[in-house]
C-alpha cells in the first residue's frame, strides 16, 4: 500500500546540527518508508550555516533514503512556494515539525488558512516546545504570538503529536484551544538496525570519572546546570563537551563557569561531531550527564544507552523509566545535590559495576528500538488522519 505524505522540516540529512528532530524523522522514514511515500520539504543547509549543502540538487526532487527531499534556499521557501510544491505531490497528510518555526510551519499554516491546501489533514509535532523549561525561554514573546494564533484560529482542526503523556499535558496546559482527544501520542522512533555492543574502555577503579554531555550548547539543553552541578563534586572528574556553540553568549557564560571549577574537575571541549562518530565517542565515558531543561524525547539518551553508558538527566523528557531499570537517574532541576551525589557514587564504582551496568543499559536501549508498539503508534497517527479525511 502507496501513501503520499507530506513532511516539512526547516532542517533535515544531511544535516545534523539541528540533534534530535533530524533523527526523528530520518529513523521514521527508514522505519515506516516501505508503507508511507515520504516526501520532505527542507531548508537547503543546516542548522548556523549560511552555505548550501555540497552535491545537493537545489529545488529539484533527490532521493534520499526511503524518502523524495526537496532542498529550498532561504529565498525559495516562500508561501507561493510551498503551495505549489504542494499541488505538485498532492499528499495525504502534511506533517509539519514545530509550532514556532516560520519558516515552513507558520507559512504552511497561513496558507491552510487562506484556503489554499483544501482539507488535506495537518499533523503538527511541537517537538517538546511546551515543557516548562523550553516554554520559559523567550517566554513574553512566545506567549504573545500563542495568544495572536488562538485568536485568529490559526492552529484550529490540526491533529497534534506527543511523543508521551507528558508532552500531551504540557501541549494542553500551553494551549487552551486544543483538546486532549485531538492529541494522539506517538513516541519517536529509535534506528532499529543499529550494531548495540558492550564493549567499552573499562576504568580502573581510583581513576577520574569520565563524564560527558553532548547536545547543542544553548540554554535549553542547561550546560551551565552542569557545570554548576560539577562546582559541587569532591571526586575527580574529567568532564568533556561535545556540540556545537549554537548561542555564543550562553557559551561565553559556560565559560566563565568552567573558569571557577575546582582543580578536581577537568574540563574538555571537542566541539562538535558528525552523526557516525557519537557512538566511540560515548563509549570511552563512564557516565552521561544532560540536565536538559526540556525533550520530547531526547535521541542522545538513547545513543547514550546504546553505548552503555548509565545516563544522569533530568525528570523533563520521557525517559523516567530508566530508574526502574537501574540504568540511570532523573532528578528535578530545582536542587543540584542529587545529581552531585549520583556523581560522587558512580565514581565509587569497581570494574564490574560498570559493566553490569553497560549491559543492563545495552539490553533496555535494545528493547527500546524493537518496541512494536512505538512502531504502530507512528503508523497509526497518519493511517487515522487519512482514513478519518475520507470518512
Same mark, same amino acid.
Given at each position: 500500500?502507496?501513501?503520499?505524505?507530506?513532511?516539512?522540516?526547516?532542517?533535515?540529512?544531511?544535516?545534523?546540527?539541528?540533534?534530535?528532530?533530524?533523527? %526523528?524523522?530520518?529513523?521514521?522514514?527508514?522505519? *515506516?518508508?516501505?508503507?508511507?511515500?515520504?516526501?520532505?520539504?527542507?531548508?537547503?543547509?543546516?542548522?548556523?550555516?549560511?552555505?548550501?549543502?555540497?552535491?545537493?540538487?537545489?529545488?529539484?526532487?533527490?532521493?534520499?533514503?526511503?524518502?523524495?527531499?526537496?532542498?529550498?534556499?532561504?529565498?525559495?521557501?516562500?508561501?507561493?512556494?510551498?503551495?505549489?510544491?504542494?499541488?505538485?505531490?498532492?499528499?495525504?497528510?502534511?506533517?509539519?515539525?514545530?509550532?514556532?518555526?516560520? @519558516?515552513? @510551519?507558520?507559512?504552511?499554516?497561513?496558507?491552510?488558512?487562506?484556503?489554499?491546501?483544501?482539507?488535506?489533514?495537518?499533523?503538527?509535532?511541537?517537538?517538546?516546545?511546551?515543557?516548562?523549561?523550553?516554554?520559559?525561554?523567550?517566554?513574553?514573546?512566545? @506567549?504573545?504570538?500563542?495568544?495572536?494564533?488562538?485568536?485568529?484560529?490559526?492552529?484550529?482542526?490540526?491533529?497534534?503529536?506527543?511523543?508521551?503523556?507528558?508532552?500531551?499535558?504540557?501541549?494542553?496546559?500551553?494551549?487552551?484551544?486544543?483538546?486532549?482527544?485531538?492529541?494522539?501520542?506517538?513516541?519517536?522512533?529509535?534506528? *532499529?538496525?543499529?550494531?548495540?555492543?558492550?564493549?567499552?574502555?573499562?576504568? %580502573?577503579?581510583?581513576?577520574?570519572?569520565?563524564?560527558?554531555?553532548?547536545?547543542?550548547?544553548?540554554?535549553?539543553?542547561?550546560?551551565?546546570?552542569?557545570?554548576?552541578?560539577?562546582?559541587?563534586?569532591?571526586?575527580?572528574?574529567?568532564?568533556?563537551?561535545?556540540?556545537?556553540?549554537?548561542?555564543?553568549?550562553?557559551?561565553?557564560?559556560?565559560?566563565?563557569?568552567?573558569?571557577? *571549577?575546582?582543580?578536581?574537575?577537568?574540563?574538555?571541549?571537542?566541539?562538535?561531531?558528525?552523526?557516525?562518530?557519537?557512538?566511540?565517542?560515548?563509549?570511552?565515558?563512564?557516565?552521561?550527564?544532560?540536565? @536538559?531543561?526540556?525533550?520530547?524525547?531526547?535521541?542522545?539518551?538513547?545513543?547514550? *544507552?546504546?553505548?552503555?553508558?548509565?545516563?544522569?538527566?533530568?525528570?523533563?523528557?520521557?525517559?523516567?523509566?530508566?530508574?526502574?531499570?537501574?540504568?540511570?537517574?532523573?532528578?528535578?532541576?530545582?536542587?543540584?545535590?542529587?545529581?552531585?551525589?549520583?556523581?560522587?557514587?558512580?565514581?565509587?564504582?569497581?570494574?564490574?559495576?560498570?559493566?553490569?551496568?553497560?549491559?543492563?543499559?545495552?539490553?533496555?536501549?535494545?528493547?527500546?528500538?524493537?518496541?512494536?508498539?512505538?512502531?504502530?503508534?507512528?503508523?497509526?497517527?497518519?493511517?487515522?488522519?487519512?482514513?478519518? %479525511?475520507?470518512?
Amino acid at each position: 500500500m502507496l501513501l503520499v505524505r507530506h513532511g516539512l522540516r526547516k532542517y533535515y540529512l544531511p544535516g545534523y546540527r539541528a540533534g534530535g528532530p533530524i533523527r %526523528t524523522l530520518s529513523n521514521m522514514v527508514d522505519r *515506516l518508508g516501505n508503507e508511507l511515500d515520504f516526501r520532505v520539504v527542507t531548508l537547503d543547509r543546516d542548522a548556523g550555516s549560511n552555505e548550501s549543502y555540497r552535491g545537493v540538487a537545489q529545488g529539484k526532487w533527490s532521493n534520499v533514503g526511503k524518502a523524495k527531499v526537496v532542498y529550498l534556499s532561504p529565498q525559495n521557501s516562500s508561501m507561493s512556494q510551498l503551495v505549489k510544491i504542494f499541488h505538485e505531490v498532492g499528499p495525504e497528510v502534511v506533517y509539519l515539525n514545530s509550532f514556532f518555526d516560520k @519558516t515552513f @510551519t507558520q507559512r504552511v499554516l497561513w496558507s491552510r488558512f487562506q484556503r489554499k491546501l483544501g482539507n488535506v489533514p495537518v499533523v503538527l509535532a511541537p517537538r517538546g516546545e511546551f515543557s516548562m523549561g523550553a516554554l520559559g525561554l523567550k517566554r513574553a514573546k512566545k @506567549t504573545i504570538y500563542i495568544h495572536l494564533a488562538k485568536a485568529i484560529g490559526l492552529y484550529r482542526g490540526l491533529i497534534w503529536q506527543a511523543s508521551s503523556e507528558h508532552e500531551r499535558k504540557d501541549i494542553c496546559r500551553s494551549l487552551d484551544f486544543v483538546s486532549e482527544d485531538e492529541i494522539r501520542i506517538a513516541m519517536n522512533l529509535a534506528p *532499529l538496525d543499529e550494531e548495540l555492543s558492550v564493549e567499552r574502555k573499562p576504568r %580502573t577503579f581510583g581513576d577520574p570519572l569520565q563524564v560527558c554531555f553532548l547536545s547543542r550548547i544553548s540554554p535549553k539543553k542547561n550546560l551551565d546546570f552542569a557545570l554548576k552541578v560539577l562546582a559541587r563534586v569532591k571526586v575527580p572528574v574529567n568532564f568533556t563537551i561535545y556540540g556545537t556553540k549554537e548561542v555564543p553568549f550562553y557559551w561565553e557564560k559556560c565559560e566563565s563557569l568552567i573558569s571557577l *571549577l575546582p582543580p578536581n574537575i577537568k574540563v574538555n571541549y571537542e566541539g562538535e561531531m558528525y552523526p557516525f562518530e557519537v557512538s566511540r565517542a560515548l563509549k570511552s565515558h563512564d557516565l552521561f550527564f544532560f540536565p @536538559t531543561r526540556g525533550e520530547n524525547y531526547g535521541h542522545v539518551i538513547h545513543e547514550a *544507552l546504546s553505548a552503555g553508558l548509565p545516563v544522569l538527566i533530568s525528570d523533563q523528557t520521557p525517559w523516567n523509566d530508566i530508574v526502574k531499570e537501574k540504568v540511570g537517574w532523573t532528578y528535578p532541576l530545582n536542587s543540584m545535590e542529587p545529581f552531585a551525589a549520583v556523581i560522587e557514587e558512580v565514581h565509587g564504582w569497581n570494574t564490574d559495576k560498570h559493566e553490569e551496568i553497560a549491559h543492563r543499559a545495552v539490553l533496555y536501549a535494545r528493547d527500546k528500538a524493537n518496541d512494536t508498539d512505538v512502531l504502530a503508534s507512528n503508523r497509526d497517527l497518519f493511517m487515522n488522519a487519512i482514513v478519518g %479525511t475520507k470518512a
